[in-house]
């Protein structure tokens, strides 16, 4: 059974970092791609940033360039999202997703193909403050 489960979120003023985890278990496949969505309250689920398993390649939503990064660890089970100088509109319940086997390159993980994504966890909610 494919799962995901996120954690690290928490309430910090504008300007200040987190750092989001995501722990994955029973993915019996390499390459596959993780992505970081969030929503806000009234608003729809959105894409932030995606890896493929498989090899090196991110995507990030313009919102967040240059301020969100997604890693993964030495042991391929976890992966981050390392967010600095964050701001009021980055408040929302953060999802960590999963697809199923990929075959060619970061595309098919683009985070705004959120019909890509079979594979959720709970979520972690995130509050900025100004």
């Known amino acids: 059974q494919e799962q995901l489960a996120e954690s690290g979120g928490g309430s910090v003023q504008a300007g200040g970092s987190l750092r989001l985890s995501c722990k994955t278990s029973?993915?019996?496949?390499?390459?596959?791609?993780i992505g970081w969505f969030r929503q806000a309250p009234g608003k729809e689920r959105e894409g932030v940033a995606s890896?493929?398993?498989?090899?090196?390649?991110?995507v990030y939503d313009d919102s967040v360039k240059g301020r969100f990064f997604i890693s993964r660890d030495r042991g391929k089970d976890t992966v981050y999202l390392q967010m600095n100088s964050l701001k009021p509109e980055d408040t929302g319940m953060y999802y960590c997703?999963?697809?199923?086997?990929?075959?060619?390159?970061?595309?098919?993980?683009?985070?705004?193909?959120?019909?890509?994504?079979?594979?959720w966890g709970q979520g972690t909610q995130v509050t900025v403050s100004s």
């Open positions: 997703a999963a697809t199923g086997l990929v075959y060619d390159s970061i595309r098919y993980c683009d985070p705004s193909l959120r019909g890509n994504y079979e594979y």
């Open positions: 029973g993915f019996i496949y390499s390459n596959h791609c």
């Open positions: 890896l493929y398993i498989g090899g090196t390649a991110t």
